[in-house]
T-cell receptor
Framework: AQTVTQSQPEMSVQEAETVTLSCTYD???????LFWYKQPPSRQMILVIR??????QNATENRFSVNFQKAAKSFSLKISDSQLGDAAMYFC???????????????FGEGTQLTVNP | SQTIHQWPATLVQPVGSPLSLECTVE??????LYWYRQAAGRGLQLLFY????GQISSEVPQNLSASRPQDRQFILSSKKLLLSDSGFYLC???WGRGVNIQYFGAGTRLSVL
């Protein structure tokens, strides 16, 4: 079974600074997808960014980018120019690319609570 | 556009009472549907998923059950709630077998007292 580990329960960053959230995963599969979701105090789950394992290029969405290290099974999220609205719980998630055995279900890490200080 | 509705938003139930949480998706057909539970300050745990009407897969043995009576309706139920059933329940959907993203409902906060 796949596992996702987020080793930083809490992180803080000053407004306008850059912060990196760590995520590692364990899998024997070669085809999979990785995601970062954000959960603000409203508890609505919002997709931040996604990465297909077969793509070597790191995904980028505006101020959010990932550092995907497939061999190391690492998938960190970098938030640049942090804003107060970035304060939330961030979850790393794994999805198998093998529909027949896993469907499209997500395996989540335990989350990192990000605080943004003004 | 597609939307997902989940209700109620908050529910307080006594131990031993029944439960019914409902989730519906609009704007798509034959979605994959999911029920997750989130304990306070923790990650999400998949409870059930469904790839079609009447097709339910259970991930974790528990006091809960799920049903999909219509294509875009997913119901989470219990005959008798336990204290340990308290938590935040999220419904999600996606479509197809590709990289399609899972979209989440607003969630239901369940307190069993």
């Amino acid at each position: 079974a796949q596992t996702v580990t987020q080793s930083q329960p809490e992180m803080s960053v000053q407004e306008a600074e850059t912060v990196t959230l760590s995520c590692t995963y364990d899998t024997s599969e070669s085809d999979y997808y990785l995601f970062w979701y954000k959960q603000p105090p409203s508890r609505q789950m919002i997709l931040v960014i996604r990465q297909e394992a077969y793509k070597q290029q790191n995904a980028t969405e505006n101020r959010f980018s990932v550092n995907f290290q497939k061999a190391a099974k690492s998938f960190s999220l970098k938030i640049s120019d942090s804003q107060l609205g970035d304060a939330a719980m961030y979850f790393c998630a794994y999805r198998s690319g093998y529909w027949e055995t896993s469907g499209s279900r997500l395996t989540f890490g335990e989350g990192t609570q990000l605080t943004v200080n003004p | 556009s597609q939307t997902i509705h989940q209700w109620p938003a908050t529910l307080v139930q006594p131990v031993g009472s029944p439960l019914s949480l409902e989730c519906t998706v609009e704007g798509t057909s034959n979605p994959n549907l999911y029920w997750y539970r989130q304990a306070a300050g923790r990650g999400l745990q998949l409870l059930f998923y469904s790839v079609g009407i009447g097709q339910i897969s259970s991930e974790v043995p528990q006091n809960l059950s799920a049903s999909r009576p219509q294509d875009r309706q997913f119901i989470l139920s219990s005959k008798k709630l336990l204290l340990s059933d308290s938590g935040f329940y999220l419904c999600a959907w996606n479509w197809g077998r590709g990289v399609n993203i899972q979209y989440f409902g607003a969630g239901t906060r369940l307190s069993v007292l």
